[in-house]
């Protein structure tokens, strides 16, 4: 019995376009991305993912000093998701640190990364990331944070 569990969750984590739930944050933890303009940037570049590096974006919260988002490639020839999120990074980088005036780097180096394997996990990961700037402080109701939508994909 164990063995066929053992087998069905490898079934799961082999899924033909596998979706991944992303967090990156602001080097020093810089408060510098919750307004307006660095939204339409960061939107602009998950947007850009698809052309250039054949990978969607889903729903997304950005925060002060990191976002949260959810991606999958689009085909098996898409480039690895380590490249992606580094050029996505480096883009949009260059623009933010110009609008802001701030000096790099605007990243960590590293970012977290997990497979999610099924769309509960996905709802259950969405609930929360949603809730973040509620817990903050910083509006009353989720939906009232400017800073949040879906790109290609709820």
């Not at 020093?28 to 307004?35: D, G, H, M, V």
């Not at 490639?73 to 490249?83: I, Q, T, V, W, Y």
């Not at 977290?112 to 929360?128: M, P, T």
Request: positive net charge; aromatic residues 12%.
């Amino acid at each position: 019995m164990s063995d066929q569990r053992h087998l069905k969750r490898l079934a799961a984590v082999w899924e033909k376009q596998p979706v991944y739930f992303v967090t990156s944050c602001t080097a020093a933890r810089r408060p510098l991305l919750s307004n307006a303009s660095v939204h339409e940037i960061l939107l602009a570049e998950w947007k850009g993912l698809r052309e250039r590096h054949g990978w969607a974006v889903g729903r997304y919260v950005i925060m002060p000093d990191h976002v949260h988002f959810f991606i999958m490639p689009l085909s098996d020839g898409a480039k690895p998701l380590s490249s992606v999120i580094g050029k996505w990074k480096e883009w949009s980088a260059k623009q933010i640190l110009k609008l802001s005036g701030q000096a790099a780097p605007l990243w960590q180096p590293e970012f977290f990364d997990h497979l999610v394997r099924s769309a509960a996990s996905r709802a259950e990961k969405w609930a929360y990331v949603r809730e973040n700037p509620v817990r903050v402080g910083l509006v009353i109701r989720a939906e009232d944070w400017p800073f949040a939508g879906a790109v290609d994909f709820d």
